[in-house]
């Protein structure tokens, strides 16, 4: 059963996608086409919604994600299989976040959980950084100088008559002490590469056209959305 929250959300993303359903929205990196030319395309969002210290939301931001990293599609793979008798298995070479590359082997590589900004038994975060450095694909961590980790609260997937998605919801309460500009946000996945050795993994990365101020004392509430269209 969809929360109001969650309901809020949707029928804000739905009213983006209408916008780019009727040409008022171009896709970054694909200027030419539209969301009904994306059936059957996953389809990232991201949304951010800034709110002042008194809890008043000061400014909304919605846009279309970068597309997910080679370590998204690579983990799609692996979560396929176990053991390797009876199968042909390639692309097994994933990048954790510390740069340090891994082979995915037999048995054990599936999502785990660790300690995030001190909250333990989380599987997911959303990191926010004060990079610039354009999207690639084989990118595994973000580029800034600074970086905040952010746990992964709320999941969820949805489907109506024309879309089914899934929801990642994180907060971040900025107690730095004075205003935080964000320029990239990216979301990875704790999880086990081989027997019982867990990493994380960066599953997507955007960079932001301005920076995002969050007040000090505000919150930064950040939304992922992965989308597909079926109808």
């Known amino acids: 059963m969809m929360t109001p929250k969650s309901r809020l959300g ?7 996608i209408l916008g780019v359903a009727l040409g008022h929205v171009v896709f970054h990196h694909q200027p030419e086409r539209n969301i009904n030319q994306l059936q059957g395309v996953i389809v990232p969002v991201l949304s951010l919604d800034v709110y002042d210290a008194e809890g008043r939301l000061v400014k909304s931001i919605v846009k279309v994600g970068d597309p ?4 998204f599609i690579k983990i799609l793979l692996h979560i396929f299989w176990n053991q390797e008798e009876n199968k042909e298995i390639h692309n097994r070479t994933v990048v954790a976040m510390d740069g340090s590359s891994y082979t995915v082997g037999e048995g054990g590589h599936s999502v785990y959980y660790g300690t995030v900004a001190g909250v333990a038994v989380v599987s997911a ?6 990079g610039t450095t354009p999207f690639s694909i084989d990118q595994y961590a973000l580029s800034g100088t600074w970086t905040q980790d952010v746990p992964v609260h709320y999941y969820a997937a949805y489907y109506n008559s024309t879309h089914m998605w899934t929801l990642y919801e994180a907060t971040w309460t900025n107690n730095l ?18 027997g019982t050795v867990a990493k994380w993994f960066l ?6 056209s301005n920076p995002v101020t969050v007040p000090d004392g505000g919150a930064l509430v950040v939304r992922y959305y992965i989308y597909v269209r079926y109808g």
Request: charged share 15%; with cysteine; hydrophobic share 50%.
């Open 125 to 130: 975060k959303v990191i926010l950084g004060n």
């Open 203 to 208: 599953i997507f990365r955007d960079v932001l």
């Open 10 to 16: 949707a029928c804000a993303i739905a009213a983006f």
């Open 177 to 194: 002490g004075a205003d935080k500009d964000v320029t990239e946000v990216g979301l990875a996945i704790y999880w086990y590469y081989s």
């Open 68 to 71: 997910p990293t080679l370590n």
